[in-house]
Antibody, heavy 118, light 110 residues
Framework: EVQLVESGGDLVQPGGSLRLSCAASGFPFNNYAMSWVRQAPGMGLEWVST????????YYADSVKGRFTISRDNPKNTLYLQMSSLRAEDTAVYYC???????????WGQGTLVTVSS | QSVLTQPPSVSAAPGQTVTISCSGS????????VSWYQQFPGTAPKLLIY???KRPSGIPDRLSGSKSGTSATLGITGLQTGDEADYYC???????????FGGGTKLTVL
């Protein structure tokens, strides 16, 4: 069974940093692109970033470019999102998702909550 | 403001049919596959439709997807109370080099 488990969400002050992790199991992790998608409270889905299977290519939403870095450790089957210069508008549940080219996200993890507030 | 436009809400009675529209442009829906996701409150999104009209295993054929030009549609027949959820469309935008989603549609089964 494919499983994605996010962790690392926390309350952080504006301007602070945080690293999210997504532990994957049940599939050949190094064969799939992976993404982070977030959802602010009461709002819709917002794509954050995608990394290719090898990690050679990374894509970012304009809203996080230059502040967030996506990475992966294929031997450890883990996806990461390093977030810095955090803002109140980054407050959201962050989901990791297996990414199938440019066609779909499936499955999704259960999400981890990041709250940026003083 | 979302790149893809969905109606904020739709409603229908149990047993009826409902459609949810998703409107975009040539840079996204017009030239890329559309996927649809279902989300219940407090839970992660779940894939319902991929590549415009394909259903993952376990998704009933009451659900269907279609695409025409720069618009896509999710259809649900034989509505059940358990279908009450938020529904999102998504696709790749070639001009933005970014994934884009619709703002979501809340389905109410009256």
């Amino acid at each position: 069974e494919v499983q994605l488990v996010e962790s690392g969400g926390d309350l952080v002050q504006p301007g602070g940093s945080l690293r999210l992790s997504c532990a994957a199991s049940g599939f050949p992790f190094n064969n799939y692109a992976m993404s982070w998608v977030r959802q602010a409270p009461g709002m819709g889905l917002e794509w954050v970033s995608t990394i290719t299977d090898s990690g050679d290519n990374r894509y970012y939403a304009d809203s996080v470019k230059g502040r967030f870095t996506i990475s992966r450790d294929n031997p450890k089957n883990t996806l990461y999102l390093q977030m810095s210069s955090l803002r109140a508008e980054d407050t959201a549940v962050y989901y990791c998702a297996q990414t199938h080219g440019t066609t779909e996200f499936d499955p999704w993890g259960q999400g981890t909550l990041v709250t940026v507030s003083s | 403001q979302s790149v893809l436009t969905q109606p904020p809400s739709v409603s229908a009675a149990p047993g009826q049919t409902v459609t949810i529209s998703c409107s975009g442009s040539n840079s996204n829906i017009g030239n890329n596959y559309v996927s649809w996701y279902q989300q219940f409150p407090g839970t992660a999104p779940k894939l319902l439709i991929y590549e415009n009209h394909k259903r993952p295993s376990g998704i009933p054929d009451r659900l269907s997807g279609s695409k025409s030009g720069t618009s896509a549609t999710l259809g649900i027949t034989g509505l059940q109370t358990g279908d009450e959820a938020d529904y999102y469309c998504g696709t790749w935008d070639t001009s933005l080099s970014a994934w884009v989603f619709g703002g979501g549609t809340k389905l109410t089964v009256l």
